[in-house]
């Protein structure tokens, strides 16, 4: 099969699973359903059925920008949504709106089918408190003042190399974050990638990418200053794969300290939900 016929059958067959998700979705929410005003409810809340429909309407439409996994390419990531306290009428505004100035477009799919996407989402991007309840947090404490605060913060004091820890538990499992420990490079958030500048005088700045244009470029480099260059003082720009964050294997952070670092994390984040 020659690759332009293989690329109308997937296209078909993209057709084809939308077709069967917005037929399911018809049923499961009456016609006119509750746009996203404030104090609506998603009315898919929890509903695992309505979870996979929107996982399959994710994939057809969303996930050429914003990867299969939501964790970004060309768009942000969007498991991080939920993480920065953000309420599931605005991501479903979002959503119907577009973003103006930028690539998102409006949407002017069936209110039930943008709700069922947000369900998804919602669903990849927050976890269930019981997997972190093991584990000693005065010693977890301990360890993130030893290991973390350099680059990463806790209710606003840390650094910012690496990602607000603030809300972790609540929006990455145990697996995500056990990984993320162990193999950092293995998936790097954007907005928290690697680069490497060139100035004209040889001088090497390495630090994690924040914004960049046409004629300029920032970043925060390894000693957490936040610093701005004209592309015209710069040789070259060179986008590294690895992550900034060191491998900590089970000889640098052993299984027993991650429980303890995961329910100091816990406390925080019970600390910051608090009234």
């Given at each position: ?9 997937r ?9 069967l ?20 409810v ?37 498991t ?8 599931d ?39 269930p408190p ?13 360890i ?22 603030s ?33 004209r ?14 004629f300029?470029?920032q ?8 610093q701005?260059y ?15 964050m ?27 939900a608090?009234p």
């Amino acid at each position: 099969m020659n690759l332009e016929r293989r690329c109308l059958t997937r296209k078909r067959l993209a057709w084809v699973r939308a077709s069967l998700v917005r037929g399911v979705m018809a049923l499961l929410v009456p016609a006119g359903a509750l746009a996203g005003q404030d104090g609506v409810v998603n009315p898919f809340e929890g509903d695992p059925a309505a979870r996979r429909a929107g996982g399959a309407l994710y994939g057809t439409r969303c996930a050429e920008c914003h990867g299969a996994d939501a964790k970004g390419i060309s768009g942000p990531d969007l498991t991080a949504l939920w993480d920065v306290g953000t309420s599931d009428v605005r991501v479903f505004q979002t959503i119907r709106r577009g973003r103006p100035g930028s690539i998102m477009p409006s949407s002017s799919a069936p209110d039930n089918e943008i709700w069922a996407v947000v369900a998804y989402l919602k669903g990849i991007s927050t976890v269930p408190p019981v997997e972190f309840v093991t584990g000693d947090a005065d010693h977890g404490q301990e360890i993130f003042r030893s290991m973390c605060v350099r680059c990463h913060r806790v209710n606003g004091r840390g650094g910012h190399l690496g990602p607000d820890l603030s809300r972790v538990t609540r929006t990455r499992s145990r697996v995500r974050l056990t990984q993320a420990i162990r193999e950092p490079s293995a998936s790097v958030a954007v907005g928290y990638r690697t680069v490497t500048l060139t100035l004209r005088d040889g001088r090497q700045v390495r630090g994690v990418k924040k914004r960049e244009d046409a004629f300029s470029l920032q970043l925060i480099d390894t000693n957490d200053r936040l610093q701005g260059y004209l592309r015209a003082d710069l040789a070259s720009v060179r986008d590294v794969a690895e992550s900034l964050m060191p491998v900590f294997g089970s000889d640098r952070l052993s299984d027993g300290d991650l429980d303890d670092l995961f329910r100091f994390l816990t406390t925080v984040n019970a600390a910051d939900a608090a009234p």
